[in-house]
């Protein structure tokens, strides 16, 4: 029988069939006999997931409804379906595996691409064939033949199944219960929005929220330096005293002690050169090169996974999802042979430091799945590198000149410290004088950054001329986070926690997310409107700080919760923990959540009116948004409908309604909820009186009706 091949996508497929002579069908790809398949095989593959989970209301039909009375949504066993739209390919991957003895997973090699194999495998109703595992880092067509040759057994494969599983449901789990507990218990204090719980997401909103308050609540203070420009014989430099005061006149007292006027001369009476060197940086991680892209082309995490996974199927450069920063003997082997023509393709020749591996960069122990992101054998021709986008060439020359760094030299460099005596008070210069750029040659030097300044040439006992000044300063609050540091931040947050045993925890999983899933939690809360990220800077949104007030104080607001249960997940993957007993803990933990939550949100001062109303469509219908208590029957709300505003009680005879434009102007639902709860609007810019003038005016609510209120 012919082995059928499980791809993730299209894309990998065809990579795969590059490798082999095959024909094409509608749905595979059929692979003619040769040396590694004597009777030919069968490609097919997914569109990313085929199969998800089902639908709460698919176990019980109650649980379609939001109510706190129907939660916890805890079902028995976990079903899952053929997601919509994909029922075709589906079809032909089923006919394919369940008629075959021999199936191999080919989906990326991580634990996702292992749920994505056997939740499609479970869902055929295949059993008992035997499965095989393709284990590559590079789509290149030696690569995959080699591949293909040596493929694994499953066993490693099943334990990370399991364990992407269980994270699969856990964040179902948590999903489903918290979103609709905290919407539910948020819109009973008048906040009229749906607010998705992740068990990744809510702790990464969290930290951002604490970063906007810090910055919020930061109290800028003055303080005051003494500062001096001294001229030397052949040029000038500066010098600081250690002194640092709110106050001016302690400045002034210290001055006056030493008896030091605003020209009085000093002498230097130490210079010390020490030389110094930095090696080449660590080859890429996915976040190092993320964080990279972010600061200097103000690339998105996201665009940059996606495209470096562009860059991976043209197999310019080896797998991206990636956590390691060391490749092993092998990948070095191919690197130090062709470290001549990778020189040439970024037009930067220089001669080879040693060929010798460092164990800064070459380290089987510090690789498991994948090695570091570098690049493949496969040297591309200018005519490939022109067809390259610009975001393109810049990440893949990146990742070209920082594995090319590791055959450089050193930069090194000279810091020179100079103390300067005035009457008794020293004053402090340290400079630094380049003698090699080294490794630093390949790239281009960033505008933000900043060297030493250089000094001229000094020498002991020389006296120098002074211009002493006090300098006025003050405290400046933390900056906000780009979207670059997001993902440093994610992957580091176990600085932000205080207990030991928790930041050990992050610091062993490095912090929230993977690698693989960082960028798309971002993309997330971005889509959630959580965040807001403008000109790089990513910003809490009203909506956000509403998630946060609410979460403040439980577990979900917590990064070392996440750590913990993502320390239990990996157990799985290791084959040392249970799947049942990880999903067991996350039942009592949703118990936990609605037994204390309500309690906690009940004596939380939320201000709804900082949320407006969402107003949303569905298949071209509208569905009405409630926007305030209605102020006649004071049973119904007020819904906010096409056209105008009206009671939901109007079936019991309540008639009270709103236009939705009133005098050539639309009421937004913050007015309406004013009239509401106020009786009163404010000041409305932009009414046009039947004349065609423009005018401003407030809205009253009176027996029912709207009337106009002119400021006096």
């Known amino acids: 029988m012919r082995p059928v091949i499980l791809a993730e996508k ?10 082999f002579s095959v024909r094409k069908h509608e749905g595979f790809l059929e692979i003619n006999p040769c040396p590694i398949f004597p009777e030919g095989a069968y490609i097919t593959w997914g569109v990313g997931h085929l199969v998800e989970l089902k639908e709460p209301h698919a176990y019980n039909p109650a649980w379609k409804r939001w109510s706190l009375g129907s939660l916890p949504i805890l079902p028995d066993r976990y079903e899952f379906q053929v997601a919509k739209g994909k029922f075709k390919q589906f079809q032909i991957v089923k006919k394919l595996i369940r008629g075959t003895d021999t199936v191999i997973n080919a989906c990326d090699v991580d634990r996702e691409g292992s749920n994505i194999f056997y939740s499609i495998y479970y869902q055929t109703g295949a059993r008992n064939q035997t499965i095989k595992r393709l284990w590559i880092n590079s789509l290149e067509v030696d690569e995959v033949r080699k591949g293909f ?29 918290a979103s609709r507990l905290y919407t539910l218990l948020l819109k009973a204090k008048g906040v009229q929005e749906v607010f998705p719980i992740g068990r990744v997401q809510s702790p990464t909103v969290y930290l951002i929220y604490q970063r906007q308050r810090e910055i919020e609540t930061f109290v800028s203070e003055p303080f005051f330096e003494v500062e001096a420009m001294f001229k030397a014989e052949q040029g000038t430099y500066k010098g600081k005293a250690k002194a640092k005061e709110q106050k001016r006149e302690i400045i002034q007292e210290l001055l006056a002690k030493h008896g030091i006027q605003q020209n009085s001369p000093g002498i230097i009476t130490s210079v010390t050169h020490t030389d110094k060197r930095t090696p080449p940086p660590q080859l ?46 092998n990948e070095f082997a191919y690197l130090k042979d062709q470290v001549g ?26 690789v498991q799945e994948h090695y570091a992101i570098i690049p493949t054998k496969k040297i591309p021709t200018h005519a490939v590198l022109g067809r390259l986008s610009p975001i393109e060439r810049n990440l893949y020359e990146e990742v070209v000149r920082t594995t090319l760094a590791m055959f450089h030299t050193d930069y090194l460099y000279t810091e020179t410290k100079v103390t300067t005596d005035v009457k008794g008070l020293p004053f402090f210069t340290t400079g630094k004088t380049e003698k090699d750029l080294g490794w630093k040659a390949l790239f281009q030097r960033s505008k933000d950054e900043k060297d030493e300044p250089a000094l001229p040439p000094i020498r002991m006992q020389e006296t120098v001329e002074s211009d002493i000044d006090i ?31 928790e930041t050990d925890i992050l610091k062993e999983i490095e912090g929230l997310g993977t690698e693989a899933t960082r960028s798309g939690i971002i993309e997330t809360i971005k889509k959630h409107g959580y965040i807001t990220v403008s000109k790089n800077i990513v910003s809490i949104t009203e909506k956000g700080r509403v998630l946060c007030q609410a979460i403040e104080g439980n577990l ?14 990996r157990k799985i993957g290791n084959g040392e923990g249970s799947g049942q007993h990880f999903l067991d803990n996350i039942s009592k933990f949703i118990a936990k959540l609605l037994d204390d939550v309500p309690k906690q949100l009940e004596a939380k001062p939320i201000d709804a009116t900082k949320v407006p ?45 709103f236009p939705g434009i009133f005098l050539k102007k639309k009421l937004t639902p913050s007015q309406v909820k004013l009239l509401c709860t106020k009786g009163k609007t404010n000041t409305i810019k932009g009414f046009t009186a039947n004349n065609g003038n423009k005018f401003d005016a407030s809205l009253a609510l009176e027996n029912g009706k709207l009337n106009l209120v002119f400021q006096k």
């Not at 023509?341 to 510090?366: C, M, T």
């Open 10 to 19: 299209p894309s990998q497929a065809k990579a795969y069939a590059d490798a």
């Open 149 to 177: 040759a040596n493929l694994r057994d499953n066993r490693k494969d099943l334990q990370m199944y399991e364990e992407a599983k269980s994270r699969q449901i856990s964040d179902w789990l948590v999903g489903m219960n």
């Open 284 to 329: 890429h991680s996915l976040s190092t090169l993320q964080a990279t892209a972010n600061r200097r082309w103000k690339m998105s995490p996201a665009n940059v996974l996606k495209t470096m996974q562009g860059l991976y199927e043209k197999k310019l450069v080896t797998y991206p999802r990636t956590d390691a920063r060391h490749i092993t003997p």
């Open 341 to 366: 023509d990778y020189q040439q393709l970024i037009g930067h020749p220089f001669p080879v430091a040693s060929l010798a591996p460092k164990k800064r960069y070459v380290d089987s122990s510090k």
């Open 471 to 501: 300098k006025e300063g003050k405290t400046m609050p933390p900056k906000p986070y780009t979207e670059g540091q997001l993902i440093a931040m994610m992957k580091t947050c176990g600085k932000l926690v205080e207990d030991k045993e």
């Open 556 to 569: 979900l607001a917590s990064p070392s919760m996440t750590a913990k249960w993502e320390t239990y997940l």
């Open 613 to 657: 109303p969402r107003q949303s469509k569905s298949r071209g219908s509208y569905q009405a948004t409630e926007v305030a208590p209605c102020p006649a029957c004071k049973t119904g709300m007020i819904l906010a409908r096409k056209g105008f505003y009206g009671c939901s009680n109007y079936k019991n005879g309540c008639k009270q309604t």
